[in-house]
């Protein structure tokens, strides 16, 4: 049986497993895939090619996604709680309205993304990019970790929260 991911570039792949849930993808070629509202929770996704990628409304909570490349994927209102996003190449992604409670993002580059209306809560942002990338409507609390050269309270439209949920 199996599953195939369908990747826009006709390099689809085939996989023996029969759910994308605790999968081993490490290192994959997905470039331009449609995982579009699929479950990929605690997934190993690292060094992973999801350039392109279409990720809208994906689960990837607790996923290790470690030098995984997701520059230009479209990513809104994908979860991503509690994931492994270390050293990530997130650049030119659209972030809109995800969810990124608890993730590790340290190392990351996010240069140009939107994380508009992005819930930041918690999260580790020890990353490079983010005076270019887009934040309004987005939200951290008193957890969030920022990088020490970037002051939160000066960008427009970024939202502190006493509470996260």
């Known amino acids: 049986m199996g599953i195939t991911i369908k990747c826009e570039t006709g390099d689809d792949v085939k996989l023996v497993q029969n759910s994308l849930d605790g999968a081993c993808l490490k290192g ?44 230009a994927s479209n990513a809104s209102k994908a979860k991503f709680c509690y994931a492994d996003l270390s050293n990530a190449m997130m650049r030119s992604g659209i972030y809109e309205k995800a969810d990124f409670q608890e993730a590790t993002l340290r ?5 140009m993304a939107r994380f ?25 609390d ?20 006493d509470e996260c949920g």
């Open 116 to 140: 508009t209306g992005a819930n930041l809560c918690g999260a580790e942002l020890l990353c490079e990019g983010w005076e270019t990338a887009d934040l309004s409507g987005a939200v951290y």
């Open 28 to 71: 994959l070629n997905l470039h331009r895939a449609l995982l579009e509202g699929q479950s990929l929770q605690r997934a190993d996704l690292s060094n992973a090619q999801l350039r392109s990628a279409w990720l809208e409304g994906a689960d990837l909570s607790y996923a290790i996604l470690k030098d995984v490349n997701l520059a």
């Open 142 to 161: 008193g957890q969030t970790i920022w990088p020490s050269n970037f002051d939160p309270t000066k960008v427009d439209g970024l939202v502190r929260k």
């Open 107 to 111: 190392g990351a580059n996010v240069g």
